[in-house]
C-alpha cells in the first residue's frame, strides 16, 4: 500500500521592516546570495541555489509561523552561510529588496516632453537597479506612450516609441546588474 505523501506547506511570508509582506521564492533567495557573494569579492558563486534550496526546505518543512521577519530570515541565512565555511558571503548577505517598481504613466505625465522623460527614466532606472533590487517592475508603458506620443488611440509610431522605451530601459538596468537583475515591463 502506498502512503500518500504529506503535501507541502506553503512558505512564510516575509515581513518587511515597514509591515509590508511579500511571497517568499527561491530565485529572490538566489539572487539575495549572488549579491553577497558578489559583494564578497566571488565573482561566480555555485553553491547559491543549493543554500537558497536548503533554507527553503526548512522554512516548508520545519518553520510553522505563517510569516517571518526579515531580520529572522537573514539571520537564518547568515547563519548556513558561517555554518558551510563562507563567513565573508554571511557578512555580506542582506535580503536584496523584493521588488520596487516605477509608474511609467506618472512619469510621462511629470515629464511630457521625450527628452525629459527619458533623462528622469534613467535616473530612476539608475537609483532603483544600484539599490540592490532583485526585480524590477515598470508598470504603464502603454499609457506612457499614448501620453508622450499625444495619440488617444495606438498606432504603429506608438510601437516604435513602446519598443524604444523598453531598449533604453533593458539596456540602462543591465549596464548596473547583467545578471542579478529581473525586468518586468507592462
Known amino acids: 500500500?502506498?502512503?500518500?505523501?504529506?503535501?507541502?506547506?506553503?512558505?512564510p511570508l516575509v515581513a518587511n521592516p515597514g509591515g509590508k509582506s511579500t511571497r517568499l521564492d527561491e530565485a529572490w533567495l538566489v539572487l539575495s546570495l549572488e549579491k553577497a557573494a558578489l559583494r564578497a569579492g566571488h565573482r561566480e558563486w555555485p553553491l547559491a541555489r543549493e543554500v537558497a534550496r536548503a533554507v527553503l526546505h526548512y522554512l516548508r518543512h520545519d518553520f510553522i509561523r505563517p510569516v517571518i521577519e526579515q531580520e529572522t530570515l537573514e539571520m537564518i541565512l547568515r547563519r548556513s552561510l558561517a555554518g558551510i565555511g563562507c563567513p565573508a558571503i554571511a557578512r555580506h548577505f542582506e535580503?536584496?529588496?523584493s521588488a520596487p517598481s516605477i509608474n511609467l504613466a506618472a512619469l510621462a505625465q511629470e515629464s511630457p516632453l521625450e527628452i525629459v522623460f527619458f533623462q528622469r527614466l534613467a535616473s530612476l532606472v539608475d537609483e532603483k537597479v544600484s539599490s540592490l533590487s532583485s526585480v524590477l517592475r515598470l508598470e504603464g508603458l502603454r499609457n506612457c506612450v499614448l501620453q508622450l506620443s499625444g495619440r488617444s488611440?495606438?498606432?504603429?509610431?506608438?510601437?516604435?516609441?513602446?519598443?524604444?522605451?523598453?531598449?533604453?530601459?533593458?539596456?540602462?538596468?543591465?549596464?548596473?546588474?547583467?545578471?542579478?537583475?529581473?525586468?518586468?515591463?507592462?
Open 95 to 97: 535580503l536584496a529588496s
Open 1 to 11: 500500500m502506498d502512503a500518500n505523501p504529506a503535501p507541502l506547506r506553503s512558505l
Open 153 to 186: 488611440s495606438w498606432r504603429s509610431s506608438c510601437q516604435h516609441l513602446n519598443d524604444e522605451i523598453v531598449c533604453f530601459i533593458r539596456a540602462r538596468a543591465r549596464a548596473f546588474a547583467p545578471h542579478l537583475l529581473e525586468l518586468t515591463i507592462w
